[in-house]
């Protein structure tokens, strides 16, 4: 779910799945890169020859949410068409303290876009052919380091086509060099929502008229099957804590009913509750962002299970890595993330 600055916690609000700094940063921009360096590639042969898109996008991709630098369609994988946002100056300025570039290095992004290009051959290396074929766009953007990293965001109410965005900011080091282990881990953990979210696992619903046997994304306004990756994650995993994890969304939900001036209140107190609850649960979460929501636990353990060795403990934190050894299909999917990860290194 896009959730917004700082933590980025208010999961009750808006309808973006995220991967923030807390849940998937293992390093930080001051280390020194590995691969991929957009400043030694920034020459004439790179120079932006997409087709433009049609100005419809205009509408997705100017949310106001962080600085949108370029904005792709996505034709079975490829990416076909672009449309180039004008950078605002007072947006720019809102985000100044936080973003590393200058406006004119922001620019340049938009008219050599091989850093954007670069990122899409991970995504499109990690996401086996069917969950790529579902991203029908692909939102280039920025809003500093530590923020957001990325999302995914449904743009149809039948949950098969999906925005899929990443921050130049976090997905490159200052050096210019590509940060490939958390570009992976974040590309992972967005593949994991597509999975777990996507059309045969969850539908949209009122709460009046779901199905009272199976897990209800309240947050989301979504059901799930019984068979559904998620809705057995949380009958394993949630369904003794989820009570006491949702009240105190619904009680302090109200907090922040559309009024930006209340917004901040609401994130300190959201990302307050959250540590006391990783802290009182910790044996049970793989990573203390998973203790954000049943979706976002999901997905960081979806990204334990496919990027590192299988768990021979028998803690709560090591069954939910294990739980997606289950299903045949999954570790299928980890096969084809290992065997892109290890072409890499």
Same mark, same amino acid.
């Given at each position: 779910m896009k959730l917004n600055r700082k933590y980025l916690l208010a999961i009750l609000l808006l309808i973006t799945l995220s991967c923030t700094a807390a849940g998937c940063s293992y390093q930080n921009n001051d280390d020194p890169g590995t691969a991929g360096n957009y400043n030694q590639n920034n020459n004439a042969d790179n120079q932006n020859t997409y087709r433009? &898109? #049609?100005s419809s996008l205009a509408g997705l991709a100017d949310h106001g949410d962080y600085i949108v630098l370029a904005y792709f369609e996505v034709d079975r994988g490829e990416l076909s068409a672009v449309y180039l946002p004008e950078i605002d100056q007072d947006m720019f300025n809102d985000y100044a303290d936080f973003i590393e570039y200058s406006y004119d290095e922001l620019s340049a992004f938009q008219e050599n876009l091989y850093a954007a290009e670069v990122l899409w051959e991970v995504v499109s290396g990690i996401f086996p052919d069917h969950y790529l074929n579902q991203i029908a766009y692909f939102e280039f953007f920025t809003d500093g380091t530590d923020d957001f990293l990325g999302a995914i965001e449904e743009v149809t109410s039948s949950q098969d086509a999906f925005v899929f965005s990443l921050d130049v900011s976090d997905m490159f080091y200052n050096s210019g060099d590509l940060n490939y282990p958390l570009l992976i881990d974040t590309v992972t953990h967005e593949l &994991? $929502? =597509?999975i777990t979210l996507g059309p045969s696992q969850v539908a949209w *619903? +009122? +709460?009046e008229d779901s199905n009272p046997a199976t897990y209800y994304i309240f947050e989301y306004d979504l059901d799930t099957e019984p068979d559904s990756y998620i809705n057995q994650f949380f009958n394993h995993f949630w369904k003794d804590i989820h009570d006491e994890w949702a009240a105190f969304y619904y009680e302090y939900g109200v907090l922040y009913e559309g009024d930006e001036d209340k917004y901040a209140e609401y994130q300190e107190i959201v990302q307050d509750y959250i540590d @006391?609850?990783?802290d009182k649960y910790e044996e049970r979460f793989l990573t203390d962002y998973a203790a954000t929501s049943p979706t976002e636990d999901i997905a960081e353990s979806f990204m334990i299970f496919a990027l590192q060795e299988k768990p021979q403990g028998s803690r =709560? /934190? @090591?069954q939910k890595a294990l739980f997606f050894y289950n299903y045949p299909k999954l570790i299928e *999917? /980890? #096969? $084809?993330i290992q065997e892109f990860v290890r072409d890499i290194y």
């Open positions: 433009t &898109a #049609n &994991a $929502h =597509i *619903v +009122e +709460e @006391d609850f990783y =709560i /934190r @090591d *999917v /980890r #096969n $084809h």
